[in-house]
């Protein structure tokens, strides 16, 4: 028997810590003891029943885990190793890590880099896997620290937290844009030089606008992301990686063809191995793990339900990193 936090829909929605038999895991070539997981928006929007995150009944939540391989036939994974898992579908179509074990296939796994604990590999995450493939589309679209100034929304979430204390280690200018202005010690800890209102991008606003930033982190979607790209300078790149205020895209062609700004999305859930092993790789070469700990809120798995209500309630700062109770 393992504890996982199971999502039902027989009888109504339902989300609940229960003790399930290992029988019920679904196939797969490596099973995980999971030390840590984590709460990402997809995982708050699933546990709360606020999107269709889910396709199959009933599911395991966790998108995200890491820990120790109990047992493999896959030529790449043997008992022991230490593992970060990131997307693939899991807690959507295969059952996932807010559990004290795991099934999964080791395609999907990435060797956990030695510069973090499973502890840290979470309050890394999905978000701060994603922010790394965001700073590395930025850098590979030619902007460099001296550009000017890169703009981060969504600030003080765990994409814009991550996102912020890389372009900051990296010696770019960050501008973060947040709606909690209390908030701004603990964004200029975390590198940002300066700090501006959200609601100065998201209500709507012309399609062309006065120019400022040379690249721009956005996890927020919508009015946001278009009064970004309105703004965004000659030559500029967005990378867009988020819809926390929405998954419309109100804005029109001009940015494209009179400034040449690029508008990069940024994928994690399906990205190929090479791709998450560099951005790993990149992570423990230039993320500070001192300052994962001012990002991290630990709670434990029989907490997580009412903490992904928080979550979508806006009142959660940085990462929430979920200790599932596994002994590895």
């Known amino acids: 028997m393992f504890n996982a936090l199971l999502l039902e829909n027989t009888d109504g929605f339902s989300a609940s810590v229960q003790a399930l038999d290992e029988s019920r895991l679904p196939s797969g070539d490596v ?146 844009a947040t709606g909690k202005a209390t908030e701004t010690p603990y964004l200029e800890s975390l590198g940002v030089r300066s700090v501006i209102d959200r609601a100065l991008l998201s209500a709507p606003g012309k399609p062309f606008q006065k120019e400022r930033w040379a690249g721009v982190v956005d996890a927020v979607g919508s009015h946001t992301l278009a009064n970004a790209l309105a703004q965004t300078r000659y030559g500029g790149v967005v990378a867009a990686c988020g819809l926390a205020q929405g998954m419309d895209l109100p804005t029109t062609v001009m940015p494209f063809i009179l400034r040449g700004v690029t508008l990069a999305g940024i994928d994690s859930v399906m990205a190929p191995l090479a791709k998450r092993q560099r951005a790993w790789a990149r992570l423990a070469r230039d993320l500070d793990p001192t300052l994962l700990e001012s990002m991290i809120e630990e709670v434990h798995l029989a907490d997580a339900v009412a903490k992904a209500h928080q979550l979508m309630e806006g009142k959660i700062r940085g990462r929430v990193v979920v200790k599932t109770g596994a002994s590895v």
């Not at 840290?120 to 589309?137: H, R």
């Not at 001296?146 to 204390?165: P, Y």
């Open 31 to 176: 099973t995980v003891a999971v030390a840590y997981s984590t709460l990402n928006y997809k995982d708050g929007l699933a546990i709360t029943n606020k999107g269709p995150v889910v396709r199959n009944w009933p599911m395991v939540a966790g998108i995200d885990g890491s820990g120790t391989v109990l047992s493999s036939s896959h030529p790449d994974w043997a008992p022991g190793d230490t593992f970060v898992h990131n997307g693939w579908g899991v807690g959507e179509t295969h059952w996932g890590c807010l559990a004290e074990k795991a099934s999964l296939k080791g395609d999907w796994l990435v060797k956990l880099p030695a510069a973090f604990t499973p502890r840290q590999a979470m309050a890394i995450g999905t978000a701060g896997y994603t922010a790394m493939l965001c700073v590395m589309a930025l850098e590979d679209h030619g902007i460099t620290p001296d550009a000017g100034e890169i703009l981060v929304t969504g600030a003080t979430g765990g994409v814009g937290s991550v996102a912020i204390a890389l372009l900051g280690k990296l010696g770019f200018n960050v501008v973060a």
